[in-house]
């Protein structure tokens, strides 16, 4: 019984202890200078200075790595002495974390299992650990835990990854056993390390899932794992499988990867073939850069009817060339047709990436001579004119132009926004003719005529910007909201001052939820942060409601006054 009781107070202290053997706060200070040291190539001196000073301090660092988070010792500290001193039982202990990360003292959670992960190839790095049973052992028990468990699925591709950096031939088998797994994700991890394992022996499992497995991303990692082998043969394999391939991310990936292999085709019609397949311009620079060595009058065809990332390549080439006035319109208006396209920050079909946009786009202002007379026009071509992001489409390209040349840009739209106030003065006009609506057809006028004003000394680009979105701006919704509720408010019986104590709050809810809804629904664009989508209502609304007051006033207030005068006297 007494037995007992002492193994069962030693389990409950047992995690005590391991805190205990954290390092001392001396050690904690000697550590800390090493974070120069861990991404230097050459740092021999540095790991022999450090296993000199941690020499069988490993599971002390890593105690202290998994209970501590502050600034110093930093992370990359820590992960340049695991390298330098780490063994089987740090990476164990490490290991042990990924599933159940101690809670970092100050704080609720544990460390993230991207750090762990670092970590822990740090410690892999030492040939004893990477070959030892009880590491593959370890990382398969917790690929197997994490998938049993809810929310593991992040875990269980780390420790895959892991695999790919032991050298065993338990792991590399367990590797090629995962590459055929059901689930795509667990596929894709384990296709990426296999590429990792160094082994020839994977070869016939990469080139099977690269030729028919149902997953583009999963297809595009056997791609990269293929070259990384260095296998015989796998230069062929990439290429049977380039020929049929439509994905562009396993398109890309083989491409590279032959680019990695120095397997690329020499034959400049072969090459340009292929770089019409590709969806980034850094893939299909050398590919490109191979065919335009033969090319003469070729290029400009390229650049007008080519695939979108040659056809940007192409573009930006000759926008260093003198070019006729024809043959110029004709490299511009290319431009807008590639300006034109869904972009995409990954590759997906029927996208250009954000790389071949800009392309273009530095073309297009190129080729116009840095012009904004002639560059302008054709960016109004661009569709859609609207869009959701503030970075694409005609409005991209229009707040590219207005931070070149702030100044000519303005001096070219502000005319138009003026015409566009204009033109709906005209369409308000008609309605001055109907008596009832007489009032209504003034505040509406006039609410016009304060947004042409109000545009006269705007020069942002979200206060002029392309056509037709001036009618969609803060200004223009909050004017237009003004006017339209004050002279709503004419056709109301009530007494004066109860209409133009009401206007200013209608006309703000009016203009918050008009300009709200324009942008929630991309009818105007909004940035990155997605800020806009609640300043632009709040600014509208503003805006608003002082002048549906101050045009409340001038249709019903005033009137009110005017009449109570004429009754006293």
Known sequence: MDRSIFVAVILALFPCLLHAQELSAEEAQRAAPY?????????????????????????????HFLHHIQASPGNTAFFFLFRAVGDVETARLLIQALLDPPTVQGLVLGRDPGELSIAIEAVLGNENVRTNPAIFADLDETIRRARSQLGGARVAQTAISLLGKCRTSQATQRLQTLAADPDPMIRAAALEALGNTGSFSVRQTLERNLAGDTDPEAR???????????????????????????????????VGALARLHALPQDPRACLEMANRTWDPSVAQPLFDCWRATATRDLILQAASGGWTVRALALRALAEIPQS????DRLLKSSVE?????????PVPNSLSYSTAQLAREALWNLSGQDMAVALPFVDRIVPGYGHSASAGRYGESYDLAHRDPRAYVALRRPWQLVGAAFAALLLAPLAAVRRLRKLAVAMLASVGGWAVWSSFQTDIR????????????????????????????????????????????????????????RSASLFPIG?????????????????????????LATSGWGFVSLRFKAKH
């Open 35 to 63: 974070y120069q040291y861990w991404e230097l190539v050459d740092s021999q001196g540095s790991l022999r200075q450090a296993q000199m000073d941690f020499a069988g301090r490993g599971t002390a660092l890593a105690q």
């Open 325 to 328: 006035p024809a043959q110029r």
């Open 528 to 552: 990155s942060e997605g800020w806009e989508l609640i300043f632009d209502p709040l600014a509208s609304a503003l805006l608003a409601a002082p002048a549906a007051l101050l045009l409340s």
């Open 338 to 346: 590639v300006l034109s396209q869904n972009l995409s920050g990954l």
């Open 463 to 518: 206060e002029l910007p392309p056509p037709p979105l001036f009618y969609l701006t803060v200004s223009c919704l909050a004017f237009l909201s003004a006017g339209l509720v004050a002279g709503l408010l004419t056709l109301v019986r009530a007494r004066g001052w109860m209409k133009v104590a009401a206007a200013p709050f209608a006309a703000g809810i009016c203009a918050f939820v008009i300009c709200g809804f324009t």
């Open 220 to 254: 595009a990692r056997a791609a990269v794992s293929l070259a990384q082998s260095q296998s015989p043969g796998a230069a062929a394999s990439l290429q049977a499988s380039l020929r049929q391939e439509k994905d562009p991310r396993v398109i890309d990936a083989s």
